[in-house]
């Protein structure tokens, strides 16, 4: 029954294609009809953001799925994306989002003047993989209602105006691979609860720089198996970081610079995945060990700290200039002047 019906409207459309091939509309055949229930929500959203310039294609007479800032799927004609980028657009996001119920990606990008919360309609998405509202202008807490999408792999709120803790929830999320909540004015510890990322299916990687972050980094984080990158810079955080490193660990890149993290240097073990780290600005003391001259490093950065002793030399330790080196208590040795 369902076979003999999507054969006769598939043969319906070719006939339909045939009919009106000599019609102005080139992508007649090419696109499905866009559904009625998603055209109406996107009329909806279209009205809660004031009808911007940068949504003019979105005009009732057209078939949705030929307008501008999104997609469908060629199936269905079902929306699966919006990617609302670097329009002159005011207001908040339409609650409206949250009933479309195909999608899979949303991006409210680079729209300065997009205010206000989070709605927390967007849990309504089952499908929705992709969050990206970055560059923004929006505020108030990073929601905690976030960790009921389950699906969600990529997380992106950066460049935005978000206050308030981060929610420990969000480590209920079993297939993030990035979160970026860097570039707000977020407060209060890193949770606890982040070193159970390890029990979803992957751990993500994990950006959170630039805001005012304080406390310790949670020793659960130890355990973690980050799978590249984990950038922690300028904020307030202090204390050990030694155990973010390890012989073991899969990490690329780890960016610590202004804190406040003190901590022996010298004892700490590298992975040879390590090929990016940052340290400036903290209160890290010891010497530099000798088998960071093993490593594959294609930046390096221990200026401003209370290290001592000679840098090793051998493998890409000098070819970093004195720079990555100066404004510690006494390291010495190429780049650096010669040991006394
Ligand atoms: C933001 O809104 C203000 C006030 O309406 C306007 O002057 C400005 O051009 C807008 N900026 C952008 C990038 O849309
Ligand atoms: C943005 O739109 C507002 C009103 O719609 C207008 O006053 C302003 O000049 C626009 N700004 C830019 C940068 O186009
Ligand atoms: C950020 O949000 C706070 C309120 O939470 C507000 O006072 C402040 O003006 C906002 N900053 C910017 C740059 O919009
Ligand atoms: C490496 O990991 C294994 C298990 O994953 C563990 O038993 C071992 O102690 C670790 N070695 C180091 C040096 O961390
Ligand atoms: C990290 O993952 C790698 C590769 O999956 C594995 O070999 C290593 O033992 C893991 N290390 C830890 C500390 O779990
Ligand atoms: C290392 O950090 C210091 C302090 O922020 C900075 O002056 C220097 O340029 C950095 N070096 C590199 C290679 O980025």
Known sequence: MKNSSSYSSAALLAFSCLLFLSLPSPSFCAHPKCNSHDKKVLLKIKADLNNPYHLASWD??????????????????????????????SGQIPPAVGDLPYLQNVDFHKLTNLTGEIPSTVTKLVHLTFLRLSWNHLSGPVPSFLSQIKTLTFLDLSFNNFTGSIPPSLSELPNLLALHLDRNRLTGNIPESFGNFAFGNSVPDIYLSHNMLTGTIPRSFGGLNFSLRIDLSRNRLEGDASFLFGKNKTVQFVDLSRNLFMFDLSKVEFSENLIYLDLNHNKIFGSLPQSLTNLGLQFFNVSYNRLCGQIPQGGKLQSFDLYSYFHNRCLCGAPLPACK
Request: with cysteine.
């Open 60 to 89: 009732p007479k057209v078939d949705c799925c030929e307008w501008d800032a999104l997609e469908c799927d060629r199936n269905t004609g079902r929306v699966i994306a919006l990617t609302v980028f670097a329009g002159n657009i």
